[in-house]
């Protein structure tokens, strides 16, 4: 049984990558996106506006983030453990406080490349590309946790790798770019 959830977790890995690579050239390629994205990019592309959409993107994540917190908080009222340092955390309360702590991990591994690229290397023709990577890197997040409790209940921990391929995916374009490596 162990070996059959070792290839299972290895498939699963492997078709999450494969996904996540194939769903960030989709969206990339998809121009009918690019409309929708439109209003949180400047028209007119300054240092000033640059910084501003920096700072509203970081936003957003912060909201993701703010609002994982908040559904940590709640999971310790709803199972009475307000002091984790006392007794061990429930299943689905450890899968949230790991998954918030891999969020963050991957904040400030992907909002100093977002803002080196944005401030340093983007131009007129690819801003909007911050914004569609952002949003990327966002659902990656969602997913990424929602595949820790999924692939938790049925004991397959590969399940949260789609999420974490288009978590990491943004990350790594951005430093490619910012390399000169350009592959989207």
Request: hydrophobic residues 55%; positive net charge.
């Amino acid at each position: 049984m162990a070996g059959i959830i070792k290839f299972l977790n290895f498939v699963f890995i492997g078709i999450g990558v494969a996904a996540g690579a194939g769903l960030i050239q989709y969206i990339f390629e998809t121009k009918s996106l690019h409309k929708h994205i439109a209003p949180l990019v400047p028209s007119l592309w300054s240092f000033e506006t640059k910084v501003t959409l920096v700072a509203t993107l970081a936003a957003y994540i912060s909201i993701f983030l703010m609002v994982h917190v908040l559904l940590v908080i709640v999971f310790r009222v709803i199972f009475g453990t307000n002091n984790p340092a006392l007794r061990e955390d429930p299943v689905p309360l450890k899968i949230l406080t790991k998954s918030l702590t891999n969020s963050v991990e991957q904040t400030l591994i992907y909002l100093p490349l977002l803002a080196h690229w944005v401030l340093s290397h983007s131009a007129d023709k690819n801003k909007h590309e911050a914004v569609l990577l952002t949003a990327i890197f966002l659902l990656g997040r969602v997913l990424f946790l929602l595949g820790y409790l999924f692939g938790s209940a049925i004991q397959l921990p590969g399940v949260r790798v789609f999420g974490l391929a288009l978590t990491m995916g943004p990350s790594a374009i951005f430093l490619l770019r910012i390399l000169g490596k350009a592959i989207i």
